[in-house]
């Protein structure tokens, strides 16, 4: 489930479904506690901001962009991340809470509902889930971070370009899935490419400027010519040496056949759609006939694959954003709709 999926409008014009973000990955229904209201977000990246719990933290979207702000160091952060889970909700039982900030208008919904999720989607790692979407994350000493406070002084969003390290190669790939027939997609990469002739992922490194959803997307259509609906889910990030590489699983209405754009024609040999369980046991009869990154993907996000084969529904639940019943110093989500903070779950 992708933020574009919440661009298809209900006749009122609102969308369909809000995300609701939360460190907990246990959640059957979703409740508001006290007089904290539950809150959810038409977009994504101020979700996926609440998927980790530092003591200190503050959210701001500005100019189109969403920006972390984390009190410590990431050491220490990366020690605590265990990532948590965005569940998706169906907005008729919120509220919009709207607000005007120069030229932009950001919307947060709000309800005080027990509301049942729809769809739920884990995150092994925060600082995984801020890259896939596009969250910039930064680490503040707690005095910084008390200062910035104190004055309500947060530096606005850095452009994209700033974020990235010139010595750091981003890039992204799809599992493609096929919600029809269960099968699963995979490439034979040919032997002109780096790591080739093994069956791998769709994707490639993402250029200046590009979100790694959006170049996952533009490497799948390059590739196969594929051009249809796919709806994009994070599943598993992995750095290794100066590489920081993003999985998704897109799932599709059709299995597709191989069809690239001529300059991209050299790249892949051929596709197989499989069942999970055919792919399984090649893996383990041909392992050497699998690009490292594909064992790895399957490997560690094995169970979320197969959930997507089998369109399963929501196993688990949680209280979110700020429907903590737990006491803590955090702030509420403003009505501004501007910013975001996190209370203590």
């Known amino acids: 489930m992708s933020p574009r999926d919440v661009e298809h ?13 939360s460190p907990r990955k246990d959640l059957l229904t979703l409740r508001p506690s006290g007089h904290r209201a539950l809150h959810a977000s038409d977009d994504i990246r101020l979700a996926v901001a609440f998927l980790a719990r530092p003591e200190h933290c503050y959210c701001v979207r500005s100019n189109g962009a969403v920006q972390v702000w984390v009190g410590e160091s990431k050491e220490a952060f990366r020690r605590r991340d265990r990532g ?8 008729h039982a919120f509220s919009p809470l709207r607000s005007d900030h120069g030229a932009e208008v950001f919307w947060e919904y709000t309800t005080h509902d027990t509301v049942s999720p729809v769809l739920r989607i884990d995150y092994a790692s925060a600082l995984a889930a801020f890259v896939a979407h596009g969250v910039q994350v930064q680490f503040v000493t707690v005095e910084s971070f008390r200062r910035f406070d ?3 002084s947060w530096p606005s969003p850095m452009p994209h370009d700033a974020k ?4 750091v190669v981003f890039a992204s790939g799809i599992l ?5 027939t269960g099968r699963i997609c995979l490439a034979w990469r040919s032997q002109f490419v780096g790591q080739g002739d093994c069956w ?4 490639g490194a993402a250029m200046p400027g590009q979100s790694l959803r959006d170049s996952a997307i533009r490497e799948l259509r390059e590739e196969t010519g594929y051009d249809g609906e796919i709806e994009l889910q994070p599943v598993f990030e992995f750095a290794e040496g100066s590489l920081q590489y993003q999985n998704f699983i897109g799932s599709v209405p059709v299995e597709f056949t191989l069809s690239p754009s001529a300059e991209h024609s050299w790249e892949t040999v051929s596709l197989a759609w499989r069942q999970l369980g055919e792919w399984r046991q090649l893996m383990r009869a041909q392992p050497h006939s699998f690009h490292p990154g594909v064992l790895r993907l399957f490997r560690h996000a094995e169970k979320l694959i197969a959930s997507f084969v089998k369109c399963s529904p929501v196993q688990n639940t949680h209280q979110g954003f700020n429907s903590d019943s737990g006491t803590g110093s955090g702030r509420q989500p403003s009505n501004t709709g501007i910013s975001y903070s ?4």
Do not use: D, M, Q
């Open 9 to 21: 409008k209900t006749e009122n014009g609102r969308p369909k479904l809000l995300f609701h973000g």
């Open 84 to 91: 948590g889970s965005i569940y998706l909700v169906e907005s």
């Open 150 to 152: 104190a004055t309500n």
């Open 164 to 167: 990235r390290n010139a010595g």
């Open 176 to 180: 493609p899935v096929c919600r029809t």
């Open 200 to 203: 791998g992922t769709l994707g």
């Open 342 to 345: 996190r209370p203590e779950e």
